[in-house]
């Protein structure tokens, strides 16, 4: 009956024997698919990213509001290099403002990538958007820049100084 | 026909030798049993000693078949010369004729369909994913291999032990056949313990109640091991009470082995065990000491095998359980939460009050029926009025009490027998009813009847298959037409070199491929892959959070990133950690030393450069977390950089840096946060990085989240289809 407990002691001590490493050295360094970034030029950019101005061409505003995104005008125009034109999409994250839609009324958006129209899209409601679409890679240079644009049919404009107001923009670019 | 031999042997050469090793053990101790008790006995006995030298062959690396054949016949002739078949036990009383005359055909009919099915060709869910795939991998592989991707080759698989003995023979079949054995073994269970107890009349309608409901003949009939688990946990049962009645301390250790094999089959048996020894404890109060040793030595023996193999292979000895309290690299906490609760909820279930109706009539959201004849078990409760009926009443709720950890209808089965012989008692008070319940039961139980009122999809038995078992149909054409599955593992196994390995995120049936299945689901490496592949098509994954914490130039010997939110659901989700200073990031060395908690293993990840890769804490997040990087020596380090995703949004982080040896002092509480451009090449480096990892083929069912995705962007990915079957796609990775 002494050795009735053996098995649970073995059990036990085999329960604490496994070693595992408590520190851990940094592992192989991966290089980037899309190879080395040596552009300033991005495929895509947010409005907080230090650099977006690098990529804006026209209509937007320079002054980043809460952080995250700037007003637009009526053509804000973008440029982005890209280092690969396979399986690509135009991506565009915005807001309409209920405001500037009360005088503006439904807003109508074409999309162009290097001068081509890509799409003309209707929004009659306020609140975010997401555009996305795909493009034939025979529209983009490969390891060239490429220009973006989105034209709005009308915008906002404010009585007191005449500014125009388009949309609130927070990201545009290219994506797989 | 030749085929149809070696299944028959295999299955009639396990249980003989099961048999006959229990008649030998039975023998040794000096048990004297009933004669009609001994057979079911030591079939239960002789299993748990041929499971363990099984086990202990895989353990070996010997699992031959002229090893397991040798064996065999090695027991048999020692059972023949000692006389162990021989019996000169006493008879137990007879059972009415009447009865039998009534029963018997019913026991021909029932028995031949489930044998017949048993026989065919394995087309079960379980039976042809990991119960036969992991038994299949221990016979190809001679034994147990380090097996740490598949959480199904931790759980205790003492039933599976015997379905190898008999796959090395007769292969899947046979197995199944060894389980249908134990589908015979129940109901006789029952029936003696009644007559032994004086109620022979109601235990054989008890009897058949379970051997005929829908769900009980169906899984006794294919390659599981509930049928085989809940008749040794009856012998649990029936020999406490033939303890209570003879006192003989002679039936301790069988007490103590059925009981530690019924965990050692299922984990969620361990209620035998409790109830053996609480058993022992309520009848001799005090002086129950010994005796409990005794029965837990026994039961120890047939446990310790697996804790010992589960701490050895995957660092925690009820794996895939209780990662919280032993924390390894196999199982992560979250997979564990997550099964946990969807064996608690299944999808498609309303509400709990749907149960009753679900497990006894309509079947497909828990996966079979028991009969409509059980929603008249609450009546058993009646039973409590003779002792009898509450000691049935109290196994009943003490076997079924982990029901709730997983509500499949088949979960209901160890306490199904008592739940039977306490209805069978009330109802055998009413002269002539128990025959007729029987009686439509078995009607309503006929499997051309089932179907007229379960759900369609429902688990149960279809068709009599006989062509099929007597492999007058070949296997492979029954197969390719029956089971999908069995199509898929075969465009596997031929468009896979035999060393290949391949992702799939569901199961398949692994049983009839000799293929590397990695499951992305069923261990911590599989939820890696799983992540790896879908970062690519899921932007919430994607690193595209920029947040960076900068403070005064310093020298500092480390920086440790704290996790501070609580009470949030999100794990917490690092992709890369860079530490920078005079405006450029530093190179990260060998002599760097990386910590992370909890997921220490992890670590890496959010230091490889690699954008699909990332730790995580595989948990909700808790303040208690971090990730730490310590230097050599002191070096000057400006800011830190943390890049992470969308879906970890409500986890917070503050900066401590090392100033001096266990001197850690805050740095920054409010990082600065700007957003990075989705990257390129994304699914390319998905694809290298599970290739590097050993996969070289993906299995992509088209239900499977990206399944477009692969098939249309293939060079994006770098994969090549090579094979499509059933919904599912093979990809190779270039």
């Known amino acids: ?176 | 026909m030749p085929q149809a031999f070696y299944i028959l042997f295999g299955a009639v050469f396990t249980c003989l030798v099961s048999v006959a090793s229990g008649r030998l053990l039975l023998q040794k101790l000096g048990v004297r049993l009933y004669k009609q008790e001994e057979l079911p006995f030591a079939l239960l006995c002789g299993s748990a000693l041929l499971s363990s030298l099984v086990f202990l062959l895989a353990a070996a690396q010997l699992l031959y078949k002229g090893v397991l054949l040798a064996a065999g016949a090695a027991i048999l002739l020692l059972a023949w010369k000692r006389r162990a078949f021989r019996s000169e036990a006493p008879s137990l009383s007879p059972l009415p004729r009447g009865l039998l005359w009534i029963y018997t055909p019913l026991a021909l009919l029932f028995g031949v369909f489930a044998f017949v099915h048993a026989m065919a060709p394995e087309t079960s869910p379980d039976g042809t994913t990991y119960h036969l795939g992991l038994v299949a991998r221990y016979y190809r592989e001679r034994g147990f291999s380090f097996l740490t991707t598949h959480m199904y080759a931790n759980l205790t698989q003492g039933i599976e032990m015997l379905f190898l003995y008999a796959y090395a023979f007769g292969r899947h079949s046979a197995a199944a056949l060894v389980h249908f054995c134990f589908l015979l073994a129940l109901p006789l269970l029952m029936v003696n313990h009644a007559r032994r107890n004086r109620f022979g009349p109601a235990g054989l309608g008890a009897a058949f109640l379970v051997g005929m409901s829908p769900v009980v003949t169906l899984d006794g009939a294919s390659a599981y091991n509930d049928v085989a688990v809940a008749a040794v946990m009856f012998g649990v049962f029936a020999l406490a009470g033939i303890w209570d009645e003879t006192r003989s301390n002679r039936l301790l250790p069988v007490l103590g082995l059925l009981a530690g094999f019924s965990f050692g089959s299922k984990y969620t048996a361990f209620p035998a065990l409790l109830y053996a020894l609480g058993f022992l404890f309520w009848r001799r109060r005090g002086a129950a000491w010994r005796p409990a040793l005794t029965v837990l030595a026994a039961a120890t023996v047939m446990i310790a095998p697996w804790l010992i193999k589960n701490s050895i292979v995957v660092a925690n000895p009820v794996s895939p359980f209780f990662n919280r309290v032993f924390e390894n690299p196999y199982v992560n906490v979250s997979f564990e939460q997550e099964y946990s609760q969807s064996m608690r909820n299944y999808p498609g279930l309303k509400s709990h009050w749907e149960i009753p109706l679900e497990v006894t009539i309509r079947g497909h959201v828990l996966n079979g029926v028991l009969g409509p004849v059980f929603l008249l078990a609450p009546l058993s409760a009646l039973a409590l009025r003779s002792s009898a009926g509450r000691r049935l009443v109290a196994a009943g709720i003490c076997f079924g009490a982990v029901y709730a950890a997983n509500i499949g209808t088949r979960f209901l089965i160890p306490s199904l027998p008592y739940v039977a012989l306490a209805m069978a008692l009330v109802f055998s008070r009413l002269r002539g009813v128990l025959p007729v319940i029987v009686l439509v039961h078995a009607i309503s139980a006929w499997p051309p009847v089932l179907k007229k009122y379960c759900a369609p999809y429902a688990w149960r038995l279809d068709e009599f298959r006989l062509r099929a078992a007597l492999r007058l149909e070949p296997e492979a054409d029954f197969l390719s037409r029956k089971w999908p599955s069995y199509a898929v593992a075969r465009m596997i196994e031929h468009s896979m070199p035999p060393d290949a390995s391949v992702l799939t995120f569901i199961q398949t049936g692994e049983a009839y491929t000799a293929r590397n299945i990695v499951v992305a689901y069923q261990s911590a490496f599989g939820n890696e892959l799983g992540g790896i592949l879908w970062t690519p098509l899921v932007p919430d994954y994607q690193p595209v959070r920029r947040v960076e914490f900068a403070f005064p130039r310093q020298p500092l010997l480390g920086i440790r990133l704290r996790q501070t939110s609580a009470g949030t659901p999100d794990h917490w989700t690092v992709n890369e950690v860079r530490l920078g200073d005079a405006g450029k990031e530093l190179p990260r060395a060998p002599d760097w030393r990386l910590r992370a908690w909890p997921n220490p293993w992890g670590v890496q990840s959010a230091f490889d450069n690699a954008c699909v890769t990332r730790w995580s804490s595989w948990r909700p997040a808790n303040p208690d977390m971090f990730i730490s990087v310590e230097f050599p020596a002191p070096r000057n380090v400006e800011s830190v950089v943390v890049e992470t995703s969308t879906d970890v949004a409500a986890t917070r982080m503050e900066l401590d840096g090392l100033t001096a040896p266990e001197q850690w002092l805050r740095l920054v509480i409010q990082p600065k946060e700007t957003q990075l451009p989705p990257p390129l090449g994304l699914r390319r480096e998905a694809t290298q990085l599970i290739k590097e990892k050993g996969i070289g083929y993906l299995l992509v069912h088209e239900n499977d989240l990206g399944s477009a995705d692969f098939a249309q962007k293939q060079d994006l990915w770098g994969i090549a289809l090579v094979g499509e079957s059933h919904g599912y796609r093979l990809y190779r990775i270039q």
């Open chain 1, 1 to 176: 009956m002494r050795y009735s407990i053996l098995p649970a002691i073995v059990l036990l001590a085999a329960t604490g024997c496994v070693n595992m490493p408590e520190t851990y050295a940094p592992p192989m360094q991966r290089l980037p698919q899309a190879g080395p970034d040596t552009s300033k030029l991005k495929h895509f950019v947010a409005m907080n990213d230090p650099m977006a101005m690098e990529h804006i061409l026209r209509d937007v505003n320079p002054s980043l509001e809460g952080g995250m995104w700037r007003w637009t005008g009526q053509k804000p125009t973008f440029r982005f290099f890209l280092p690969t034109t396979r399986h690509l999409s135009f991506v565009m994250d915005f807001s309409l403002h209920a405001d500037t839609m009360k005088q503006t009324g439904p807003v109508t958006i074409s999309y162009f990538i290097n001068g081509r129209p890509l799409d003309k899209i209707s929004y009659d409601k306020p609140g975010e958007q997401h555009f996305e679409k795909a493009i034939d890679p025979s529209w983009l240079l490969k390891g060239s820049v490429n220009v973006a644009s989105a034209e709005l049919d009308k915008v906002f404009i404010a009585e007191a100084d005449g500014a125009q107001l388009g949309l609130i923009l927070m990201r545009a670019g290219f994506r797989e």
